[in-house]
């Protein structure tokens, strides 16, 4: 599944970048950015504008949905697909009012990066 | 689960020895549960009458359920119900204390009686318990002013650490007036109409072991993935109890995890020891996060 595909990971546990880091590279991903929160996240997409975003929501200093909100600012057809523990009906429906592009609920199988690799894929904008 | 209970209970009334809990609890996973054992505790057979049907297989190559069809001890719906019942988990400790002859199956029926009888369990509370209900364990665990405190919480908390650490757990609320103090905390803070402040603490080994199983890499000093590692485990149990609340109709939230080393938490805490296979860690929570205060390396930090 060897693709064009740059994906900016977002997350505060080193834990869950090194996991995601390894079941993106196992899928193929071209490039894989890090942000350990969500101002360094901003940052990222300033600098390199990811294809594909994954946001955790409980981080310190700017939170998921903050930094999602300036992100879709910044790049309105920015993908950002949450990934978090926490998929309450509020954070669920402040993060798809907030323009989110998906959601995955932790922890992170790896079907889970597969479906959205290939929604994100089959969308067309990205160069296979 | 019941298996660790019962066991610690037997272990409790000097019934067995820790030395022979530790040895069964490690045969049980390699015990295939005997016809005999369950129909004793179904009230089906006698341990006299098991006994003679033993005799008899020594004597001839026939199974347990038609030795005891022909002796008029049982009826084929009575064996029908035995094997559905033959993978039932409680049944492996007697099955494992049989076998290795620290009791025999009378001894254990009675132990299994009296712990019905000092526990106030009904017929069909100690049939949940005995199928290894986590909720009916918990229910059992803590005192009534908790249980509709923290009763969703640690059932849920102590799932997640048989799924995702050792499934060899048994918990105890433990009365000490002061929390024992480890060298590692993970805390976290659920805010919103239902607050709860949770927390693991654990020694340098336990910590590692949490932080291996749960990372699914063996793990060898606690740097930042080891930490990274036993927060995420933390918060994700609490993300699910958020979702789960959710559910009920309770909106929470919560803060990011934090990680202190040699840190002393005080406040109103309930202390539930975890006593798992590699070892104790404790899970602390307090509906009252606001009055609990954790001291790290000189200074005080307002949760």
Redesign the interface.
């Known amino acids: 599944m060897e693709n064009n595909l740059r994906v900016l990971i977002c997350d505060d546990s080193i834990l869950i970048r090194k996991k995601l880091r390894e079941t993106l590279e196992m899928f193929g991903c071209k490039e894989i950015l890090e942000a350990e929160n969500g101002n360094v996240a901003v940052e990222v997409v300033k600098a390199s504008n990811p294809d594909l975003i994954l946001m955790d929501i409980v981080m310190p200093d700017k939170d998921g949905i903050e930094a999602l909100k300036e992100i879709k600012e910044l790049q309105p057809n920015a993908k950002v697909v949450m990934a978090s523990s926490v998929g309450t009906n509020d954070l669920l429906k402040s993060a798809i009012k907030n323009g989110a592009y998906d959601f995955i609920q932790k922890p992170i199988s790896h079907d889970a990066v597969q479906n959205i690799l290939t929604k994100v894929l089959k969308e067309g904008s990205v160069n296979v | 689960m019941f298996s660790q209970y019962f066991g610690h209970y037997l272990l409790n009334h000097e019934l067995i020895t820790r030395e022979q809990l530790a040895d069964v609890l490690e045969y049980q996973k390699s015990v295939h549960v005997k016809f005999g054992v369950i129909a004793v505790d179904e009230d089906f057979m006698t341990p006299s009458q098991v006994e003679e049907v033993h005799e008899k297989q020594k004597q001839v190559d026939k199974r347990f359920g038609e030795i005891a069809i022909e002796l008029g001890y049982l009826s084929d719906d009575q064996v029908e119900v035995l094997i559905s019942k033959q993978k039932q988990k409680h049944l492996f400790l007697a099955q494992a204390l049989v076998d290795r002859g620290y009791m025999t199956i009378e001894q254990f029926s009675q132990a299994l009686n009296q712990y019905k009888k000092e526990n106030s369990l009904s017929d069909d509370q100690f049939e949940e318990l005995k199928s290894g209900s986590i909720e009916a364990l918990v229910e059992n665990l803590l005192v009534d002013d908790h249980k509709s405190i923290y009763g969703k919480y640690v059932t849920l908390f102590a799932k997640n650490v048989i799924r995702f650490i050792d499934d060899q757990v048994h918990l105890e609320v433990s009365n000490a007036e002061v929390v024992q103090q480890d060298k590692w905390l993970v805390h976290q803070e659920i805010l919103g109409e239902s607050p709860l402040f949770t927390a693991i603490t654990a020694n340098e080994e336990v910590f590692l072991h949490i932080a291996s199983k749960h ?1 699914e890499e063996e793990l060898t000093e606690v740097d ?2 080891a930490k ?2 036993v ?2 485990f933390l ?2 149990t ?3 109890y ?2 789960n ?2 559910n009920w109709g309770v ?6 995890q934090a990680i202190s080393e040699n840190a002393k938490v005080s406040g109103e805490l309930t202390c539930i020891k975890v006593h798992t296979s590699f070892g104790s860690f404790q899970l602390l929570l307090s509906n009252q996060p606001n009055n609990i205060s954790i001291v790290s390396s000189g200074s005080e930090l307002l949760v």
């Open positions: 990372a930042e993935l990274a590692s927060s995420e918060n994700l609490n993300g699910i958020l979702v609340m959710s909106e929470l939230n919560m803060k990011p």
